[in-house]
């Protein structure tokens, strides 16, 4: 017989089934709850909430597992490339090589922009955050693509996935070069997906550039990492919109807007700025730390902690190893690094970070390496985002497959109860 959970509520006794997925994790199904007793349950931040049940990627916060498809995360960063594992998110399986040629020649040919999508980019300020901006185009593009919503069909659902795919760096490089005063670059057809994006972020009009293997290598394993980490709060928003079959362009806007926030992928910006701070600062790390401590100081340690990881983040022993690598080939020597290191050390020491179970996450070496490539702190939360879009996408797609019924979570009423409306004139 399979398991179930006892509820005792007000006398009676109810029954829930209990399901279990393939690595044996298990959930009291509660749909019927309030039907049969008219209560519901409350929790905040969905600690203890799944909200799917789904099949694309499996992570254990306690053994620090995260596996795509079943794939772990250490052979993806680095057996694969960034667009083999898109479309593993997408379709589901490794895609052979006719697959894998017909995905990157999709892509490929999808990656100019609309030109009339210039002028809505030209009216945005020069010092509005890309964030906000790629929100923006990304949910303008259901303008240029009305079949997206007109329709509503997802028999061509592969043609807006390729355009997202295609055109999503495109968009993220006219920030960066609006931002220098640059004239922006269009794509080119003969690179490959990320060597194209350093090309258009990186070439000037007035010389040659030459892509840096190492890298395009770097950036490749980045992109992978952060490629998806299941029901996270961006993604959630995603398929949340998208439950409401709102079409692809505006629920990835909606994760996108979702994933600026510092407690989210705004952490990598916010990392970078605490690491140049202490730098300042005379760079000792104590400080900061029981600043982070302090109960009555609202300061966190930017890049420490995860909501799911209480062991530690397979991420960042992957993004670790690749920022040291990453340095020594640039010969670069960052002095943020050393104090990185430093502040880790320290901290896993630390009882209050050791009780706690806080763990450097994804984004406290991501940084780092970001900068060495040459991409500005502003830009990082958009490289999380440009890594992050085949998990949407493949999220989005898996929800609407599925038929879920629209996402409408339900609260306990704390306000005034019912009370005789005042005129004005007698208000006090
Ligand atoms: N610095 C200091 N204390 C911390 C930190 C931190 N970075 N993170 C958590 N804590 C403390 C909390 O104050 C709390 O202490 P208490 O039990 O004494 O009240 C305890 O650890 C548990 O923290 P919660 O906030 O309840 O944990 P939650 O799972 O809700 O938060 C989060 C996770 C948001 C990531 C948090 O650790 C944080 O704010 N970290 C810094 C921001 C960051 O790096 N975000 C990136 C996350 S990774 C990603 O989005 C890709």
Redesign the pocket.
Known sequence: MSETAKLILEGKEYEFPVIEGSEQEKAIDISKLRGQTGHITIDP?F?NTGSTTSAITYLDGEEGILRYRGYAIEDLAEKADFLAVAYLLIYGELPNQTEYDNFVSKITRHTMVNEDMRKIFDGFPVNAHPMGVMSSLVSAMSGFYPESYSKNDMDNIDVHIMRLMAKFPTLATWCYKKSQGHPINYPQNKLDYCSNFLHMMFALPVEEYEVNPVVSKALNSLLIL?AD?EQ???TSTVRLVGSSQANLYSSISAGISA?WG???????Q??IEMLEAIKEDGGGVQKYLDK??D?NDP??????????YKNF?P?ARIIKKSADEVLEALGIDDPVLDIARGLEEA?LNDE??IQ???YP????YSGIIYRALGIPVNMFTVM?AIGRLPGWIAQWLELRESGQAIGRPRQIYTGETAREFVEMSKRK
């Open positions: 931040g600690k952060h980490h996270n709060c961006s994933l510092p407690l989210h992928g705004g952490a990598n916010a990392v982070a401590k109960k300061f966190r340690l930017m890049g420490f902690g995860h909501r799911v983040d991420r901290a209050y970070f706690r179970k806080l996450n994804v984004d406290f999380f």
